[in-house]
């Protein structure tokens, strides 16, 4: 599943990418493969996501988010 | 001794920067590039020099922010910096210190700033700065830069700067990290000219970047093909080499920043609770749009005393100007063309600081992310992003920051739609024009007893600049600028108090450069207004003559038939309220009276028409009068044309151009320039301005592009002419098109 498959409130592990020009930019970011992610809410128009990465609130869009191979967390 | 301040963006680099350097800063560009590049002297110490670097996340190089602060840190731009200081967030230090590991790799002396020690604490994070700093390996110095605490042991260790120790604490996973030492030999060979301590860093970026590999295909070609043919075998091995360094960062800044702060209390700050509201589903577009509407109110309303004000003291100056020098036209050049062409434009200051001032709140306020953050989706459905939201905003100031701030967006694509439709948005320069036409031909009553009409004629003004800004930024992704997708990756930092001291400081700073700017050209342009308004001088009118020949004979006639039916009696002088008793002779009183005023109003139109001749016989009325013609189906005479041949050096020029043609010759000098607007008349009696042919001019001024500086800053961001002269050409034609439909539209419809 992707990033893209979260639900506001819903976290989950990132596992990889899919290519793309937005991966490097993203990774920086401190988006690196075996981090936490969680998706904080929607914007109001549904696109982009508000997301909690390493303890601050990133925003992508949801073509982004797509890319984003991800394990999700239960509980 | 040279400073850099290094940093994310939103870490209040900025505020440290103005703590260590005073009021001792001055503000120019990097050489080559609009960059800002913001220096001072450190206070105190005024043989070190402290630069602030533009904020980055990287410092592999994406956007020109990233590239200018790359290619300082290396000395590539100008002499590299003896020490830098990075500043961090304490509340958020795993992506903070990302950029960090980038700078000691570097190998120039660094020193951290853990900033925003207060607010840290105040969501419930205890950061342990000597923890810190043993891991890392480089000083720690905690600081509150807001309220000033820590920058004396800051300022101790900067003069004190660590010894430079180039030792690469993080991994590179094994597999990449084997292959380095023999690109590093290659690039040597091929580019001697690298320093020994950038090599690495420089073939991790060619590994990984696109562009940073292109750039070394002309000068090591041999190191490309290295390169190339390791990024084969890496894929073959299923290697992720391109995620290789950021990886290996983060594997060694995880645990630093763990061991290095803990969270004490729960998770939910105060942050999170006001983005619940702004950023909800419906309050969050609300909150947006009332804040906007809010802004222009206020922006229009508020500043109105204070223009009150200033108006009266430039027509005070230019009476006591006039009264103390000799009558000629260098005393008309004077109070004419000089104070009031400057007046003008300084009237126009304090909606441009209130506009400044807000535009500030929201960006320090971290609210101007959300605003990005909420419109994102519409943008991006004609082909912007969320981040093209700043820039545009900025530019209902001045496009030309608001095309500066563009550089911040990733995507060149993005950056070059972005800059082309940046001026449709309505600037401030445009506010002296929308305000005269709106304040002389609209209502003043109020809608539901809230907003008043001439606020929402200003509001549908940009309004609807701002959706044909929407219109042309879809329609030049279709046609001109094709390609991939770009991306949007944006931080949403946390809320902050904005810090009014530093507010004021850039609010007076940009008015200053604004103020500047716009008073040159003002200043210049009325000079050279006043002398082709006044030059070739015309004194003599027949008409004019005629009228007051017939007005003279009028009255001795009428004045003859009074003393008729009074006999005897004089008539000329004011007679007691005995003599009223007297019915004949009231009568008689009457008539002298009304045929006074007659003469009077006819003496006036003669000197009106006097006036008005010389304009029409003056260098700039034949400019008018040959544009007339092409500008008449818009319902402009050749005194708005001849504004409008003015105006296109800088809009607010058109103000001061028909301030000196309408008062030029007019002694009294007291009538406002909106009532002589509306006074004045075709020859045939039609008024010239009716709210149609205002409503036209100002739907023209929404759309085109009448600032040289506008077209001189796009020229130095895209590197070329092409783009400013196309920007110039359709917002033209646009203009001329949108005036055209409103005004010959209105007419049909049955307006005037």
């Known amino acids: ?75 | 001794m040279r400073v850099a301040l290094c940093g994310n963006p939103n870490v209040g680099k900025t505020t440290l920067f103005n703590q260590l350097t005073g009021l001792r800063q001055r503000v120019a560009n990097f050489p080559g590039v609009t960059v800002e590049r913001k220096a001072g002297t450190l206070a105190g110490a005024p043989h070190v020099e402290v630069v602030d670097l533009p904020g980055t996340y990287s410092l592999t190089p994406r956007s020109i922010d990233e590239r200018i602060a790359y290619e300082v840190l290396v000395g590539r731009l100008e002499t590299e910096p003896d020490v830098v200081v990075c500043v961090l967030d304490a509340g958020n230090l795993e992506r903070n210190l990302y950029v960090v590991t980038q700078v000691i790799d570097l190998g120039l002396p660094v020193i951290v700033a853990l900033n925003m020690m207060d607010v840290a604490e105040e969501n419930g994070l205890a950061v342990d700065a000597s923890a810190l700093e043993k891991d890392l390996g480089v000083p720690v110095v905690p600081i509150t830069a807001s309220r000033g605490e820590g920058i004396d042991e800051l300022k101790k260790c900067i003069l004190n700067p660590p010894e430079s120790a180039q030792v690469y604490r993080w991994q590179l996973m094994d597999a990449v990290d084997a292959k380095i030492p023999a690109l590093i030999k290659q690039l040597t060979e091929e580019a001697p000219h690298v320093k020994p301590m950038h090599l690495r860093m420089e073939v991790l970026r060619a590994l990984a970047e696109e562009e940073a590999l292109d750039a070394w295909r002309l000068e090591a070609p041999e190191f490309v093909n290295c390169i190339e043919a390791l990024q084969e075998e890496f894929a073959k091995r299923g290697i992720a080499w391109r995620h290789a360094e950021v990886s290996g960062r983060y594997a060694w800044i995880g645990p630093i920043a763990q061991r290095a702060s803990h969270r004490v209390s729960g998770p939910a700050t105060l942050s999170d609770r006001i983005d619940a509201v702004f950023t909800h589903r419906v309050a969050g577009p609300l909150c947006f749009l009332l804040i906007l509407v809010c802004v222009f109110e206020a922006v229009f309303s508020w500043a109105i005393p204070a223009m009150d004000l200033i108006e009266a003291g430039v027509a005070a100056l230019a009476g006591g100007v006039r009264s103390a020098l000799p009558a000629g036209w260098v005393t008309d050049l004077l109070t004419d063309g000089i104070i009031t062409g400057v007046g003008n434009v300084v009237v126009f200051l304090p909606q441009i600081l209130l506009l400044f001032f807000f535009l500030g709140i929201m960006e320090d306020s971290g609210y101007m992310a959300r605003s990005a953050f909420i419109m994102d989706r519409l943008m991006k459905r004609v082909g912007l992003s969320g981040g093209s939201v700043l820039p545009l905003l900025s530019s209902y100031a001045c496009a030309i920051p608001g095309i500066m701030a563009a550089r911040t967006l990733d995507s060149e694509r993005d950056r070059l739609i972005t800059i082309m439709v940046a001026p449709l948005m309505s600037c401030s320069a445009r506010l002296p024009v929308y305000t005269l036409f709106i304040a002389a031909f609209l209502p003043t009553g109020k809608l539901m007893g809230v907003f008043g009409y001439q606020g929402l004629a200003m509001f549908s003004m940009y309004m609807m600049g701002t959706i044909m800004a929407f219109v042309a930024a879809a329609i030049l992704k279709r046609l001109v600028f094709k390609g991939p997708a770009s991306y949007f990756v944006m931080e949403l930092p946390p809320y902050r108090r904005p810090r009014l001291r530093q507010l004021f400081w850039r609010m007076y700073q940009r008015s200053k450069v604004f103020a500047i700017r716009a008073g040159k050209i003002i200043l210049g342009c009325s000079i050279a207004l006043w002398f082709l308004a006044s030059f070739p001088r015309t004194d003599t009118s027949p008409e004019a003559t005629q009228i007051e020949e017939l007005a003279i004979q009028e009255r001795n006639r009428e004045y003859a038939a009074a003393q008729a039916l009074a006999p005897g009696r004089d008539l000329t002088v004011a007679t007691d309220s005995l003599s009223l008793v007297d019915s004949t002779l009231v009568y008689a009183l009457d008539l002298t009276a009304r045929a006074d005023a007659r003469y009077t109003a006819a003496l006036d139109s003669a000197n009106i028409i006097r006036q008005s001749t010389q304009i029409r016989e003056s260098a700039i009325g034949h400019l008018g009068r040959i544009l007339e013609p092409v500008m008449q189906p818009l319902g402009f005479d050749w005194k708005i044309s001849a504004g409008l041949v003015s105006a296109f050096a800088a809009r607010e020029v058109i103000v001061s151009t028909l301030g000196i043609i309408y008062s030029v010759g007019d002694a009294e000098g007291g009538v406002a320039l909106r009532d002589a607007l509306k006074a004045d008349q075709y020859p045939d009696g039609r008024p010239v301005f009716t709210p149609l042919v205002a409503l036209s001019l100002l739907v023209f001024f929404v759309f085109a592009l009448q600032c040289m500086s506008t077209l001189a800053i796009a020229r130095r961001e895209t590197n070329t002419w092409r783009w400013p002269m196309v920007m110039w050409l359709y917002m033209t034609v646009l203009a001329y098109l949108a005036s055209l439909l409103v005004y010959q539209g209105g007419l049909l419809l049955g307006f005037s």
């Open chain 1, 1 to 75: 599943m992707t990033l893209r498959d979260l639900r506001p409130g819903e976290s989950g592990t990132i596992l990889g990418f899919e290519p793309s020009a937005a991966i490097n930019r993203l990774m920086e970011m401190g988006m690196v493969p075996d981090s936490q992610v969680q998706v904080v809410r929607l914007a109001p128009f549904g696109d982009p996501i508000d997301l909690k990465v390493r303890d601050y609130h990133l925003s992508i869009r949801k073509s982004e988010a797509a890319l984003i191979r991800i394990s999700r967390q239960e509980g």
